[in-house]
Structures are given as structure tokens and as C-alpha cells.
């Protein structure tokens, strides 16, 4: 069993940064894609971020591409999602994610564990 919990989410006004962080318990950390998705309120769950087990293979989401930054860390066991540029529109909650394979994923599908999420909001 894998779990995964999300820090690091808060209020900013727009223009600022944040960093997401991801810490993952369970087996086989360094074996699995991991990914990002977050919901709005009213709004269906988007992907933002993927990144496969060694880090080598990223892709991002239009509306985040050059401003957010997914990266981990296999000896922490942990992933991260550097957010620069905020905007408004960027607030929803955040869902770290993880897959029981080793490549990156752009569907929620295919990932087979999620953490509890936590709010990012940006005022404007």
C-alpha cells in the first residue's frame, strides 16, 4: 500500500510562488510515475504534472507549461511542484498522485494511488 501526503499549498497573491511537496510511504517509491492534478470548485479534476521514475521524462500541462516545474526525489521519497507566476485561475486543490508503473501519465486513470490534496489559492 502507498500513501501520500501533500504540504505546502496556502494563500499568495498573484505573481508569488509556491512549492508543493509529496512524501510517499510504502514500497518501491523510485519504481513509480508520479503525477499532479488539481480540482477547482465547480470544475472537473485536470492534470498539471507528470514526471516517470527516474525523473528523465516530464510533461506538463498547457496552462502550467513554463511556470510550474515537477521534479523528485528518490532517496526522500518525495515529489515536488516549484509554482511560479501564479494567477487566479491557478487555485484549486492540489493532488499529488502515483502510479504502480514506472512511466509518466497525462489521464487519472492510470494512476492507482492519491493523497488527500491540499488548497492552493490565489487572490488577485
Known amino acids: 500500500q502507498v500513501q501520500l501526503v501533500e504540504s505546502g499549498g496556502g494563500l499568495v497573491q498573484a505573481g508569488g510562488s509556491l512549492r508543493l511537496s509529496c512524501a510517499a510511504s510504502?514500497?518501491?517509491?523510485?519504481?513509480?510515475?508520479m503525477g499532479w492534478f488539481r480540482q477547482a470548485p465547480g470544475k472537473e479534476r485536470e492534470f498539471v504534472s507528470t514526471?516517470?521514475?527516474?525523473?528523465?521524462?516530464?510533461t506538463y500541462a498547457d496552462s502550467v507549461k513554463g511556470r510550474f516545474t515537477i521534479s523528485r526525489d528518490n532517496a526522500k521519497n518525495k515529489v515536488y511542484l516549484q509554482m511560479n507566476s501564479l494567477k487566479p485561475e491557478d487555485t484549486a486543490v492540489y493532488y499529488c498522485?502515483?502510479?504502480?508503473?514506472?512511466?509518466?501519465?497525462?489521464?487519472?486513470?492510470?494512476?492507482?494511488?492519491w493523497g488527500q490534496g491540499t488548497q492552493v489559492t490565489v487572490s488577485s
Open positions: 498522485t502515483g502510479r504502480s508503473a514506472a512511466g509518466p501519465a497525462s489521464e487519472a486513470k492510470w494512476y492507482d494511488y
Open positions: 510504502g514500497r518501491a517509491f523510485s519504481s513509480r510515475g
Open positions: 514526471i516517470n521514475s527516474s525523473g528523465g521524462s516530464i
